[in-house]
């Protein structure tokens, strides 16, 4: 136990020390500045209510779950869809949704439906002449119901197979965003 | 006046006169074997500057006479050993010890020193000099992999650690010049920050309970050494260079150094550059690689008693981490585990090094001044100062693209005042007190909230090892180590509003170990050390929140944690039979309680990048045991066959399942013969070996997300010669690894979910002396 008092000592004594002779800023907070906290895919058909699929996570990765809204969209309608991305985490809240259109050589959105009798096609294109999916067109069939998937690709290999008709499989990258929504068609 | 003047003439005319009187002095000596104290018959014994030499009888002895007074060099060379350099001032008849090391694999720490200050009861194994600048274009860590019991933790070829005795990380210390190695030694894609060829010699002390080293060890240490610099006025060094085919990397380094009138110094600079590295099938894109590094060593002795030495180091990295393994989230993971070559591949072999990428430099500043008392009686004080500085770039968005994901600075300080001596007759004290800092900052900028937050520590221990030694034979040692440790932590809360937020943990760590060393002879020896010792958490373990890029998965760490309580009990034999047959054995028994590990959880995180897998510091008890074993078979001086063979077992009591990341047995074997000396060539040796690694099969599926790879067997080929002229020497290598272009992953690479390891590599090693 005298060990432990004058290891004691000592360790006050030096921590006195250097406290005096070193600063101990604090530290500054760091925000998530590249974080997408909201997605809304805007479905406006040709006649009837538009409709508003939509993600929500303004706390970012970890602490509350996400707000996840899908739609019931009109079967056998053509809709125009447009994609926006935001971060509202900053205020104001930071428009991604022009980041990625200045980068749209090194980004694809990809749709896949599952269940839900829908097909999605691209509206836009990069520089290159390559599909972006910024906007897109959407086309429902017969009433179903499902779900619909929005994956974003950074740098994703735009030439491989597939790629170009909107197919995931050959695209490679790094996901940027994945989200599923509920859809029902009626 | 006369008489003077006839002197001086005959000094004039016949200088002999005067030296005749000193060109009849006898050298005599004995070589012997550094780590068995066999002696060497047939060793060549050359005075260089004299150009005369002799070779050694089957006792080891030597005898070389009528030679005059003054400075000599002198080379000792054997078959199979690297030769070595000596340098006498030669005033009266002299006998002389020369040690080589032919048995370089049977070295150890205790046998390097020789002194009574590091004489242990603790196994531990040496790779001497010559070893590493043959595979100086490697990291350390690989370097330190061809010693039994130590395997290595990859995040691709240009990132390595040491895996000693089944652990790893925070919980093996690395000595550089004797200071704790103060690095981001948290992620398993953080390499330690220091150039193999700064060191003479690197030991894996293999314990039970590191008493007298600094750092957060959990019983192993692995030691980076520099010798003293030899007492020759002359200006002396070497100079490697080595290409290797894989990569076509360059590595060139040159150390020299003097013992000038001044003080001794040493100079060390390494250059390396390598592109991407290349599979059996494809080029791994974006594995490229930079190093600058540096060193210098100052000597100086104020007084016979009392000497002083400072050292300081920099090492500067840039390595490239493979395009393909830097995912988004769990799909892409998926997706990236069932093709057959990664993504992001292309046809072209490049230098460019771009996202992902790490950058990284360390600085070391070293103090020690030292002063023997009577009777071997040292006090010593030292300090060590270390800054790191880590930058880590994504591949990101706009603006961020060319600003690092993570960057941190570290510093530290070390500071240390030691006593050794006898007290009383036959026991022997070695005791000190430490002082620890350790300040990590995130540095602003970087526009990613950080997985490591700020924090400072102050510790402060004592440690007291007790050792008696009766007859030579018996060593039997005692001791403990005290410390305490305090950590601030500073951090912004994680949900809005996000608030500063100040936490304070204090830590009591204490160790005991005792140990036993028996040397029957020089024929048979024995160590048993047994010891219990705590580790305090790190701050990792206890506040890590967020996702952790490199390895892309979220991990969350507890702020509740627990100290780690470790029991290990190690005992080896070493012994041989008839200088043919050499056996090194070494069991290991350890228990932890608290093992701090990181458990993937069975849900994943939902994101708007899709779902990650999460990861949580979790504790549980643990044990590891394992065997290393050192068999050597020497039916003839010119030709060897070595194997060493590991195994460890980890498991996990409280879920009663295998522990990850715990290497699987491996078989390492060398057959190496040495041809008859052609003149000027000398020392011409072949080698072949084969590594033998099997499959981890202790692992549930449930652990990981990919079953571990298969087994592989690799076959290697060296060729190598040595060419001496009078004042130096050259020798020149050949080394192929993975000879026969074998597609294999390994288990300990992460980037075995995406890529295959390395294939065939070819190097050219020069290693210039003078």
């Keep these: 136990m005298k060990n432990l008092k004058f290891i004691f000592i000592v360790n006050i004594l030096f921590t006195v020390l250097f406290l005096n002779s070193c600063k101990d800023d604090d530290p500054i907070d760091m925000n998530d500045e590249e974080v997408i906290t909201t997605l809304t895919y805007t479905l406006t058909p040709t006649s009837g209510d538009v409709v508003t699929l939509s993600f929500l996570d303004l706390d970012g990765d970890g602490g509350d779950d996400p707000i996840i809204t899908g739609g019931i969209l009109q079967s056998n309608m053509s809709y125009i869809g447009v994609l926006d991305l935001k971060n509202e985490a900053e205020t104001p809240a930071e428009s991604i949704t022009e980041e990625i259109e200045e980068e749209a050589l090194e980004h694809q959105f990809f749709f896949t439906a599952t269940g839900a009798n829908l097909t999605v096609g691209y509206a836009d294109e990069d520089d290159n002449g390559n599909p972006l999916g910024l906007v897109t067109t959407l086309t429902t069939g017969d009433a179903s119901s499902g779900t619909i998937q929005v994956v974003l690709r950074h740098e994703p290999d735009k030439s491989a197979t597939g790629v170009q008709s909107g197919d995931i499989t050959n695209a490679g990258g790094e996901t940027d965003i994945e989200v599923t929504f509920d859809i029902t068609l009626q | 006046m006369m ?189 330690p920050e220091i150039d193999p060829f700064v060191a003479d010699h690197l030991s894996v002390v293999k314990g039970a309970s590191a008493l007298a080293y600094g750092g957060n060890s959990l019983g192993s240490v692995v030691l980076v050494e520099t010798d003293n610099i030899q007492e020759d006025p002359h200006l002396h060094g070497e100079v490697n260079y080595t290409l290797q085919s894989n990569g076509w990397g360059h590595t060139l380094n040159s150390t020299i150094e003097k013992n000038g009138s001044w003080a001794a110094w040493r100079i060390t600079g390494t250059l390396k550059r390598q592109g991407d590295n290349r599979t059996s099938n494809y080029f791994l894109t974006n594995t490229g690689k930079k190093e600058n590094n540096l060193a210098l060593q100052i000597e100086k002795q104020f007084h016979p008693k009392w000497k002083t030495d400072f050292y300081y180091s920099l090492f500067n990295t840039k390595i490239g981490i493979l395009r393909g393994s830097h995912i988004g989230n769990l799909t892409d993971l998926e997706t990236a585990i069932g093709r057959s070559e990664p993504f992001a591949i292309e046809d072209n072999f490049s230098y460019s090094i771009a996202a992902p990428k790490q950058q990284v430099t360390h600085h070391l500043v070293k103090m020690e001044t030292k002063y023997l008392m009577d009777d071997e009686k040292i006090i010593k004080f030292k300090y060590g100062g270390q800054l790191n500085n880590r930058e880590e770039f994504d591949i990101r968005r706009g603006e961020a693209r060319t600003r690092p994901s993570l960057s941190l600075s570290l510093f530290s300080h070390h500071a240390e005042a030691a006593y ?351």
């Design chain 2, 420 to 770: 050794n001596g006898l007290v009383g007759e036959k026991i022997f004290l070695k005791a000190g007190i430490q002082f620890d800092m350790v300040d990590n900052g995130n540095n602003p900028g970087t526009g990613v909230s950080p997985l490591i937050p700020n924090y400072r520590s102050y510790q402060t221990s004592t440690y007291w090892i007790v050792q008696n030694d009766q007859a030579d034979k018996w060593l039997f040692e005692f001791g403990g180590r005290f410390s305490l440790k305090q950590l601030t932590v500073k951090r912004f809360t994680q949900s809005p509003p996000r608030e500063l937020e100040i936490i304070g943990h204090l830590f009591q760590n204490y160790a005991l170990s005792t140990g036993l060393r028996w040397e029957k002879n020089d024929f048979f020896k024995t160590n048993f050390n047994i010891g219990y010792l705590l580790r305090a958490p790190e701050v990792n373990e206890l506040y890590s929140f967020g996702l952790h890029q490199g390895v892309s998965g979220i991990e969350e760490g507890n702020r509740n944690m627990d100290v780690e309580k470790s029991l290990k009990a190690l005992l080896s034999v070493d012994f041989r039979i008839q200088n043919k047959f050499f056996v090194q054995a070494l069991g290991y028994f350890q228990n932890v309680q608290d093992y701090i590990f990181l458990e993937p959880q069975k849900e994943f995180r939902l994101t708007i990048r899709g779902a990650f897998p999460v990861f949580l510091y979790k504790q549980t008890n643990a044990n590891i045991t394992g065997l290393d074993l050192l068999l050597k078979y020497e039916p003839k001086q010119n030709l060897n066959f070595i194997l060493k063979y590991a195994l460890v077992r980890g498991n996990d009591l409280t879920n009663d399942i295998g522990l990850i990341n715990i290497p699987s047995d491996n078989i390492l074997s060398s057959m190496t013969y040495t041809f008859k000396d052609g003149g000027k060539w000398k020392n011409n040796f072949l080698t072949i070996n084969g590594r033998y690694v099997f499959q981890q099969t202790r692992i549930e599926e449930s652990q990981d997300f990919l079953s571990p790879p298969d087994d592989y067997f690799l076959i290697g080929l060296q060729v190598g010669t040595n060419f001496e002229w009078q004042e130096s020497s050259l020798k020149v290598s050949l080394r192929a690894e993975n000879l026969m272009n074998t597609t294999y992953r390994d288990y300990l690479n992460r980037l075995r979910y995406f890529a295959d390891e390395n294939g065939i590599n070819v190097s050219l090693n020069l290693n210039y002396r003078f």
């Design chain 2, 3 to 191: 008489k003077i003047k006839f002197f001086f003439l005959s000094v004039l005319f016949f200088p002999q006169f005067l030296l005749a009187q000193s060109c009849n002095l006898t050298l005599t000596g004995i070589v012997l074997d550094k780590g068995t104290n066999i002696p060497l018959e047939y060793s060549t014994i050359f005075l260089k500057n004299l150009g005369q030499g002799t070779v050694s009888d089957k006792h080891g002895f030597f005898e070389i006479k009528n030679i005059c007074a003054g400075e000599y060099h002198i080379q000792a060379s054997h078959v199979g050993c690297h030769s070595e350099e000596y340098f006498i001032k030669l005033e009266q008849d002299t006998l002389f010890k020369i040690y080589l090391s032919h048995h370089s694999e049977l070295l150890d720490e205790v046998v390097i020193h020789g002194s009574h200050e590091d004489n242990s009861t603790e196994s531990s194994q040496t790779i001497s000099r010559g070893a590493i600048t043959e595979e100086g274009n490697k990291n350390l860590s690989d370097i330190l992999g061809n010693i039994s019991g130590v395997s290595v933790l990859r995040n691709g070829s240009g990132i390595s650690k040491p895996v000693v005795h089944g652990l790893f990380g925070n919980r093996v210390a690395i000595l550089n010049n004797g200071i704790a190695q103060s690095g981001q030694q948290w992620g398993s894609d953080h390499a």
